[in-house]
């Protein structure tokens, strides 16, 4: 077995590369080659911590295998990134474990791939301005990868914590972008050409009547029962797209609206692996409204998790044991 530790996966896999992957693995989900497995995501009852485990193959690269980890909200005061997880391959020939790869930043990486993806194919493609709703560790990782696809100027940010705003702000300069911390949630909104929200937020942060015609809009904080991060009006009033149906109608942001009966699952144009094959339209003109909703499935973690094997056998990297 190959075991790839948290700074090798982080200094072999670029935001490039994880861009690719990512699109690689939604469209062969398009073509019925890749499949997810259903998700289990529990409140484990100590420590606060919600636990999860993803799985999923695709037979055409091919790859099989599982990521487990969540949340520990109080690993912040230990040192540790709140968000924790590992990724298991195994050989789809035999079945025997095959690789172990710690999958921390690789979580990042891939969720600001999917993002960018989406922003690649359903944003107007002059998007300069881009706006971030929260500025965790998560925003870093979605302004890198957007700026692989779009060729951004300026970015407007808002977050309950000025530490967080401030952080991200001396990220962005450092990058050659010009920055704007915003006191209101409405001012980034209106701003924005590609608005990204990534939040733990179980309630509405942007309103309807905030956004402007053409904005295309990735949620990405969605990924469990309860959580919200836009007014279920601007999603019924907008052009929808998913990473993968059921999980937006159940845990995504679409859950609301469609629990509500303001949308039901035709409401969706398709999913983002269906705009990558051509089996479905983007963005038909300037004027749409487009919603991304990324709740995050195993196949993104396992392709990077495969890709970064790749890489480490390739160079010689990891560390070999028996198993």
């Not at 209101?184 to 309630?203: F, K, Y």
């Not at 409401?267 to 995050?296: A, H």
Request: hydrophobic share 40%.
């Amino acid at each position: 077995m190959l075991i790839i530790s948290e700074e090798l996966a982080r200094d072999l896999v670029s935001v490039e590369e994880a861009i690719h992957s990512v699109e690689s693995a939604f469209a062969a989900m398009a073509r019925g080659d890749a499949r997810n497995y259903p998700v289990v995501r529990e409140v484990v009852g100590y420590r606060d911590a919600v636990y999860g485990v993803k799985t999923g193959c695709d037979t055409s690269a091919p790859f099989l295998g599982l990521k487990a980890g969540g949340y520990w909200p109080h690993n912040v005061k230990k040192g540790l990134s709140n968000h924790q997880s590992s990724t298991l391959l195994f050989d789809p020939e035999t079945g025997r474990a095959s690789a172990l790869v710690s999958a921390n930043y690789l979580t990042g990486a891939r969720t600001g791939a999917s993002s960018a993806i989406a922003t690649k194919y359903l944003s107007r493609p002059d998007s300069q301005i881009l706006g971030i709703i929260g500025t965790g560790v998560q925003a870093e990782y979605q302004l890198k990868a957007t700026m692989a696809v779009r060729r951004l100027t300026k970015v407007h940010a808002w977050d309950p914590s000025a530490d967080n705003l401030a952080k991200f702000g001396q990220t962005v300069g450092g990058l050659g972008l010009e920055f704007v911390a915003e006191s209101e949630r409405e001012a980034v909104v209106g701003q924005a050409d590609v608005l990204i929200t990534v939040t733990p937020s179980q309630q509405a942060l942007v309103d309807k009547a905030w956004v402007r015609p053409g904005t295309h809009i990735s949620a990405m904080g969605c990924d469990t029962k309860g959580k919200q991060e836009l007014d279920p009006r601007l999603v019924a009033a907008s052009t929808l797209f998913v990473d993968e149906a059921e999980q937006a109608m159940t845990i995504g942001e679409f859950q609301h609206a469609y629990a509500g009966g303001l949308i039901t699952e035709s409401s969706f144009r398709g999913s983002i692996g269906q705009v990558i094959e051509g089996m479905c339209d983007g963005r038909r003109n300037d004027e749409e409204i487009t919603i991304f909703d990324g709740t995050g499935v195993s196949l993104q973690d396992l392709v990077v998790a495969a890709l970064a094997v790749r890489l480490a056998e390739e160079k010689g990297l990891g560390a070999s044991v028996e198993y």
